[in-house]
């Protein structure tokens, strides 16, 4: 290149917001693509490549987001080798700039910019062993999650600390590669750290599997990870709260829905303190997770609901007003489906809540350090008050847990816009409430949620907007990609342009557990979870040319898969 240095490329020419403008300097031949420093060829102004802007004020590291290339003017030349006058163009060749961080007088990258650079400023291309020792962490300990898609050579690291503890989110469209990624960081997480504690809801049952002989196999391994079917591990009706309850029996369009609360929260009072008299409690409320019998319940609605007075010849006061509420409550009773929480059998008193929580929060025998708990064969009406519950015990858990600091807990929401839905006006509100009641205050607690979705627009936007990290996969959708926009920083809100190009399992991780907004290449997961795609081409060419009907069917009976 025609400049002194090497590495110089170019210089500032504008400087607005929070863009950098920069015009590149061509050489005799033109502008050139690459150059070659120190036995490696460095690309120039290839989108997503970082540069370092220096003046004497500081340096600031920038990603290109923008090339762009415009003709000045054409004019007539000599031509040495000819007698006549030839046409020359002179072209500007211009890079647009995203500043991310800040090297300090010592050498030491910081995330955001304090002080911009003037025009004028220097742009040089960074060498790989430069930009590792930019972003070489002096922590305690990092989790390496891939490699940086500009940089194969260069380990992505996240600060585990940061990422959990204020919340994560994984954002992808279908197929671009969530469990994948998720897989990928948990894996890291348990080889790395043996006494973490991660309480996984798992919708698909894509982290454990059944294999031949009867056996449990999962993503994590059996010596690091406990599988347990959602209707084994057994969460009873009694551990709902009020409103819980609520949402599960009354039809708030109900016209006697008001009548129906009132008599339940009175009702439901009164049973969970008849029903533990003998445990010695003080002080109960509505809330209070002990038990209580639903038969009771049942039948003292029934009674208030048939009550006539005078011999039958008046009608009681509330005659009538829970034959709706009646009907829902046998139709939930008396479907086999539903009796791991309505008919419970190993969770019938309130003592039983210890092994309970011991089985969820990894405390059971064995201890391990990832539960996984399958949703799959729950009902999906009743997945979002199961899911409530898991996730407030753990809250409840560790709210109540001394040493709550010294035991975090990380609640993992796979396809959580499924229950922890963005509309105010859905059924389970209680539901919804209870989730983002975690997101904002879990973190005091030292209960992190790490929630992973496809649909961005549909999760509850309180969650998200309290995740101060997040991974997002590839989003093609533009309403997604424009909420997403809106959720990240506002130093990273250009590279949402690039959600649509990522590759499969390629992230773009922003947040406080990186150093700078990244583009990363995650690390395939051994195991992968059983999230793959079905071989189409392979299976319509050479597959089974009969299947087991009646098996399959026998499946669907028996509700077992």
Same mark, same amino acid.
Request: with cysteine; glycine share 8%.
């Given at each position: ?52 802007? @220096? ?7 920038? %990603? ?7 003709? #000045?003017?054409? /004019? ?19 890079? %647009? ?131 347990? *079917? ?10 709902? !709260? ?25 009702? #439901? ?40 007075? %005078? ?47 011991? *089985?969820?929060? +990894?405390? +059971? ?15 999906? *009406? ?39 839905? @963005? ?31 496809? /649909? ?11 995740? +101060? ?20 920083? %506002? +130093? ?10 990522? @590759? ?7 947040? *406080?557990? !990186? ?17 793959? =795609? ?13 299947? =087991? ?13």
């Amino acid at each position: 290149m025609s400049t002194p240095d090497s590495t110089l490329i170019g210089r500032l020419i504008d400087i607005q917001g929070g863009r950098l403008v920069a015009t590149l300097f061509p050489s005799e031949e033109g502008f050139p693509s690459t150059v070659n420093l120190g036995g490696e060829s460095l690309p120039i102004g290839q989108l997503g490549t970082l540069v370092e802007v @220096r003046d004497r004020a500081g340096h600031v590291l920038a %990603e290109v987001s923008r090339q762009v290339e415009e003709t #000045l003017e054409r /004019r007539a030349a000599a031509d040495p080798a000819a007698t006549g006058k030839r046409q020359v163009t002179l072209r500007e060749r211009r890079l %647009e700039l995203v500043p991310l961080g800040e090297i300090n007088a010592s050498g030491r990258l910081e995330s955001g910019v304090s002080r911009y650079p003037l025009v004028g400023a220097a742009v040089h291309l960074i060498g790989t062993s430069r930009l590792a020792g930019l972003l070489a962490r002096d922590l305690e300990s990092v989790l390496e999650l891939g490699c940086l898609s500009v940089r194969p050579s260069i380990k992505a690291t996240l600060d585990p600390t940061a990422l959990f503890s204020r919340h994560l989110a994984i954002l992808g469209q279908t197929g671009a590669g969530k469990s994948w990624t998720l897989t990928s960081l948990l894996q890291r997480v348990v080889s790395s750290m043996p006494r973490a504690h991660i309480i996984l809801l798992d919708l698909h049952g894509e982290y454990g599997w059944h294999i031949d002989g009867g056996g449990q196999a999962g993503v994590f391994g059996t010596n690091r990870a406990r599988h347990l *079917d959602a209707r084994e591990l057994e969460i009873p009706y009694w551990l709902l !709260t009020f409103a819980e309850l609520v949402d599960l029996l009354i039809d708030r369009t109900d016209v006697n829905a008001t009548v129906q609360i009132a008599f339940l929260r009175e009702t #439901l009072y009164s049973l969970r303190k008849q029903s533990n008299q003998h445990m010695g409690l003080e002080r109960l409320s509505v809330d209070s997770p002990v038990y209580f019998s639903i038969e009771e319940l049942y039948q003292r609605v029934k009674k208030v609901n048939e009550e006539k007075l %005078e011999f039958g010849k008046v009608k009681g006061p509330l005659f009538g007003a829970f034959d709706d509420f009646l009907v829902r409550f046998q139709s939930l009773f008396n479907d086999a489906r539903y009796d791991f929480f309505m008919r419970p059998r190993k969770h019938s008193s309130s003592s039983s809540l210890e092994g309970l929580l011991r *089985d969820f929060v +990894g405390l +059971g025998e064995p201890k391990r350090q990832v539960t996984v708990i399958d949703l799959s064969p729950v009902p999906v *009406d009743l997945r979002p008050v199961v899911s409530a519950q898991i996730a407030r015990l753990a809250y409840e858990f560790n709210y109540w847990n001394p040493r709550r600091h010294e035991f975090p807990i990380l609640l993992v929401c796979e396809e959580a816009h499924q229950y922890i839905p @963005r509309e105010a006006d859905t059924q389970f509100v209680g539901t919804r409430r209870a989730m983002e009641r975690i997101a904002k205050e879990g973190r005091k607690y030292g209960v992190n949620l790490c929630v992973v979705s496809q /649909r961005p627009t549909e999760l509850s936007e309180t969650v998200l907007s309290q995740c +101060g990290n997040y991974l997002c996969l590839r989003i093609s959708n533009a309403d997604d990609q424009e909420y997403v926009r809106r959720l990240l920083p %506002e +130093g990273a809100k250009n590279l949402a342009d690039m959600l649509a190009s990522l @590759r499969r399992g390629e992230v773009l991780a922003v947040g *406080d557990a !990186t150093m700078l907004p990244s583009r990363i290449l995650v690390y395939p997961p051994d195991p992968a979870p059983a999230s793959r =795609d079905a071989p189409l081409a392979k299976s319509w060419r050479d597959g089974p040319e009969d299947l =087991d009907v009646a098996g399959i069917i026998n499946h669907w009976w028996r509700q077992v898969r």
